[in-house]
């Protein structure tokens, strides 16, 4: 079968780059990018100008009946104008209908650039989007339509504002009608400034943006990938369990049915994932971030609005660079761990207002540095099927003056062994908005724990709850 577009051998499809012209290509078929073939939306050197727009849309009459695939050996290249800011923070409380919107920079944007708007409390649904009608100033946005939630612009429960909105766009052609990416085994990829929506379904290669390169490269830097709603379509999948050098940086995605980022499957090779905010996943318990890979960089992301987790951890292996990490207002838990035994650091983790726990997390060799967990429901952390060694430098743990935290540590593994050691911590002392937990320490079924605290402060009114819970020769020993 062949395309509606097929770019061969020694062959170049490129995007005009005149000012002020608006590019469009819809097909009714496969855009297909063969071995040395290049298909070109702007080039680094010369990338769309921001008076322009460059369009390519996948005209399906069922969903993903097209999209784009490059092939092995095939160079795609996508460059919108800069966009200065992409995500920031709302810094000013804002109600339910509020129009005039405070952040933090405006920076590069335009009227009906659309917005995101991460929720602050533990409602996943309370994410939400919006429509820019004037640009006030550097910091002050005026809406089209007034919020439809509130959401807080206070620190340390500041709501993430995300820009979607890039003049280069590649969308199926509908909500229900969505295109699909694939991107092989030795393809070059390079995308930078480029709007992806309604991409995805539930079929093999045709999830969303789908990624194989080996030999090859893919990097995504600067996009958005959003609205992409037909039940399990993703955002960005690792589609082969060999993917390799793929960066994926300083993206925004939100409302996409299934997990924003994943990994389907183990890998022991070369990817990065830095500075990303992932807002909103709707499948029933879906997870935004998925992987069952943990060897490569994961920094400075945030999670937020998930279904159901903000992170699943599924490999039992050691992590790579895990640290900067962010997760909040999600369904169930913010960072989950389904596989044991799980090695190595885990530093500067921010997990808050979930609706379930603030982390789960398995049987491990597991240490953390300067984590802070705060306001989530039934406990800050977790420890389930408990066996292992954890060690926890420079650990807060808080409720918080709306949404209160029964425990801090939570042991639910009845039966389960293990040590923990504890420096620089501090359970419920009160500061700001944040509260003692009901229980700093709670043995929920029975455990053998070796735990010792360091220089560690239990405030809460309940030290250690259902200490009857504890074996014999299990204790806690605080210094």
Same mark, same amino acid.
């Given at each position: 079968?062949?395309?509606?577009? %097929? ?24 855009? %297909? ?7 070109n ?15 390519? %849309? ?47 920079s405006?920076s590069?944007?335009?009227?009906s ?53 890039r ?39 045709? =999830? ?57 499957n ?13 807002? =909103? ?51 169930t ?16 983790? @921010? ?37 292992? =060694? ?8 808080n409720?918080?003056? @709306? ?13 389960g062994?293990?040590?923990?050691y504890?420096?620089?911590?501090n ?6 908005i ?35 819970n ?7 020993g605080?210094?």
């Amino acid at each position: 079968d062949y395309g509606a577009v %097929e770019v061969g051998k020694r062959g170049t499809l490129s995007y005009g780059t005149s000012a002020s012209t608006n590019y469009y290509l819809k097909t009714s078929g496969i855009l %297909e990018v063969w071995g040395d073939g290049t298909f070109n939306i702007g080039t680094a050197g010369t990338p769309i100008p921001s008076t322009s727009t460059a369009v390519l %849309e996948f005209d399906s009459s069922a969903n993903v009946e097209f999209g784009m695939v490059v092939e092995a050996g095939g160079t795609f290249t996508a460059q919108g104008a800069s966009k200065a800011t992409v995500n920031t923070l709302l810094n000013t409380d804002e109600a339910a209908t509020s129009t005039v919107i405070g952040v933090a920079s405006t920076s590069g944007w335009a009227a009906s650039d659309e917005l995101a708007f991460a929720s602050t409390t533990r409602t996943a649904s309370e994410c939400e989007k919006k429509t820019i009608l004037t640009v006030d100033s550097g910091t002050q946005v005026t809406l089209t339509a007034g919020l439809t939630n509130a959401h807080s612009g206070t620190s340390p429960t500041q709501a993430e504002v995300v820009n979607l909105t890039r003049n280069v766009k590649i969308r199926g052609v509908s909500a229900s009608l969505q295109g699909y990416i694939n991107f092989l085994t030795t393809s070059t990829v390079d995308c930078d400034y480029v709007e992806f929506t309604q991409l995805g379904s539930a079929t093999s290669n045709k =999830r969303g943006i789908d990624c194989t390169t080996t030999t090859g490269s893919c990097s995504l830097q600067y996009c958005s990938l959003h609205d992409s709603t037909v039940a399990s379509s993703m955002g960005f999948n690792f589609a082969a369990n060999n993917t390799n050098n793929v960066t994926f940086s300083n993206n925004v995605t939100y409302n996409i049915a299934n997990s924003h980022f994943s990994f389907p499957n183990p890998t022991t090779n070369t990817w990065t994932a830095d500075s990303n905010v992932f807002i =909103r996943s709707t499948d029933s318990g879906s997870t935004i971030v998925n992987l069952n890979d943990i060897g490569g960089t994961f920094t400075n992301n945030t999670m937020v609005g998930a279904a159901g987790s903000g992170i699943t951890i599924g490999e039992n292996a050691a992590l790579g660079t895990f640290s900067g990490n962010t997760m909040h207002s999600n369904n169930t838990t913010g960072w989950t761990t389904t596989l044991a035994p799980l090695s190595g650091t885990i530093s500067s983790t @921010t997990v808050w207002r979930n609706n379930s726990l603030g982390m789960s997390i398995l049987g491990s060799e597991l240490t953390f540095s300067t984590l802070t967990l705060f306001g989530n429901n039934l406990g800050s952390i977790n420890f389930g099927a408990f066996a292992g =060694r954890y060690v926890f430098n420079d650990l807060t743990s808080n409720g918080d003056s @709306t949404f209160s935290t029964a425990d801090g540590f939570r042991f639910t593994a009845n039966g389960g062994s293990g040590e923990i050691y504890v420096y620089n911590g501090n359970f419920g002392t009160v500061s700001g908005i944040k509260t003692a937990h009901t229980n700093d320490i709670n043995f929920v079924t029975t455990e053998f724990v070796r735990m010792v605290l360091h220089n560690t402060i239990l405030a809460s009114g309940t030290e250690v709850a259902s200490q009857t819970n504890m074996t014999p020769n299990a204790f806690i020993g605080s210094q």
